[in-house]
Structures are given as C-alpha cells and as structure tokens.
C-alpha cells in the first residue's frame, strides 16, 4: 500500500522564519504613497495569512500588493473626478450663460466653480 501524504500541519502563529521577508517588495510607491504603508500592510496580510511555505508566500505578497494597487486607483479616480468637476461646472455654467444670458453675480464661472466645488 502507498504511504499517505501528511496533511499540512496547524498554522502557527508567525510567518515561517525561512519566508519572512525574503521577497521585496515590487512595484514599488507612486509620489504621495509611502513605501513604510505597503510593508505594514504587507506585514498585516502575512500575519493573517501566516504563510506555510513559498508559494503561500508569493499570494501573500500578491494580496498585499492587489489591496495596495486597488486603493492606489481609487485614490486616483477621486483626484481626476474632483480635478474635472471644476472644469466640468464652469463648461455647464458658461453653455447656460450662452442660452439664457448673463444673470450672474459673480466675477467669472471660474470662481463660481472654483468656491462650489469647496
């Protein structure tokens, strides 16, 4: 009869020594991100995960990085979208402008625009 593969053992309560911190980090920060924030949450994933060996270690790091990569985007959606929203209110404001005529009472769409989206 074959002997029978061993089941994994219990995790333990620290990433194996022989793993930990043995893979850079990639991928690297963008201006106005810290490098020090993507090794803390690539630590916390680790210690939850608790990595067994070198290919729980890889998919660690990959969450780390796809948590990092997803917040980083959502960042920078609600930078675009807040950066355009001014310009896209003065676009809106001067077509009402155009159809309607000037009623306004304020120096320019710009600065109407500018202290709305305040």
């Keep these: 009869m074959a002997a029978q593969k061993k089941p994994p053992g219990p995790r333990k309560n620290q990433t194996n020594s022989r793993f930990a911190g043995s893979l850079p980090i990639s991928g690297g920060v963008i201006h106005g991100e810290s490098g020090k924030h993507l090794r803390e949450l690539r630590d916390q994933v680790k210690r939850e995960i608790q990595p067994r060996d070198r290919i729980e ?9 796809l948590v990092w990569e997803s917040n980083r985007l959502r960042r920078l959606k609600n930078a675009l979208l807040d950066g355009r929203l001014q310009h ?3 676009k809106i404001l001067e077509r009402l402008d155009e159809a309607v005529g000037p009623q306004r009472t304020f120096s320019s769409y710009a600065d109407f625009a500018l202290e709305w989206t305040r």
């Design 57 to 65: 270690e890889f998919w660690a790091e990959d969450i780390a990085h």
């Design 88 to 90: 896209g209110l003065e």
